[in-house]
């Protein structure tokens, strides 16, 4: 991501609130505050000599809207296996308990799901969704990977899929190797383009530079506008968080 470079980086606790956070020293000119979505945790950023008790009341000022922030991101989401975001589009789900193996069947806009007799947990149900949008994310790659290895003058890279935290892939590059998220197939098609562009184009600009950002417009000139629809979190994007991470 852009942004001004960190200089230092410390643990901190507001004491009259008990309230830790991380703190970013720049070379900026204002402090600002946001809540990481994944624990909720408090992250500021401030001038390099800024003094610590302003931070303090700083965050003092933002308090309510900290506490806001960390109760809706870090709120338990209800699993909902009434319907799965698949490539920007809503399928509707329909379950239903037969036979020995679990299997999926899709009729339009409606994913049969099918589970054992028995298997009715929510983790059945889930590694049941997580195969189909693994499938679906697989043969995607498949299909649009050689494309954009033309396009790049890369070979093709290994690909694996996974759930990952906190990122939509990430590449090895001596190893010639790419991981996507398994998340990534929620989204519109265009969202996995740019990943595999972006990840593609580590293998000729290791950092994020001025270099490695031409490259990206020059190898897929629409690449902001997915990248903007990943940025915003899941359940904003396109209706559902629980898949998100
Ligand atoms: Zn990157």
Not at 69 to 92: C, K, N, Y
């Amino acid at each position: 991501m852009a942004g001004a470079r960190v200089i230092r980086l410390s643990e901190e606790t507001v004491p009259d609130l008990a309230l830790g956070f991380t703190l970013s020293r720049k070379a900026i000119r204002r402090a600002y505050v946001r809540v990481r979505r994944e624990d909720g945790r408090v992250l500021v950023s401030a001038p390099l000599h800024l003094p610590l008790a302003q931070i303090h009341a700083f965050i003092r000022q933002n308090q309510d809207w900290i506490t806001t922030q960390q109760t809706q991101r870090t709120a338990p989401v209800e699993p909902d296996f009434s319907r799965l975001w698949l490539w920007g589009e809503p399928l509707m789900l329909r379950w239903q308990h037969a036979g020995k193996r679990a299997r999926v069947q899709r009729d339009g806009n409606t994913l049969h799901c099918v589970l054992p007799e028995g298997k009715t947990d929510a983790s059945a149900r889930q590694a049941l969704l997580d195969r189909v949008l693994h499938h679906a994310l697989a043969t995607a790659i498949e299909e649009r990977l050689p494309g954009w290895c033309a396009r790049t003058g890369h070979p093709l890279p290994r690909i694996s899929i996974r759930r990952m935290r906190s990122r939509w892939g990430s590449c090895h590059i001596t190893r010639q190797r790419v991981s996507i998220s398994l998340a990534l197939a929620h989204y519109p098609p265009g969202c996995l383009d740019m990943v595999l562009v972006h990840e593609l184009t580590h293998f000729d600009e290791r950092g994020h530079n001025a270099h490695f950002y031409q490259k990206m417009d020059a190898y897929f000139p629409d690449w902001r506008r997915w990248d903007a629809l990943l940025r915003r979190p899941l359940d904003e994007s396109i209706g559902l968080g629980r898949l998100g991470q």
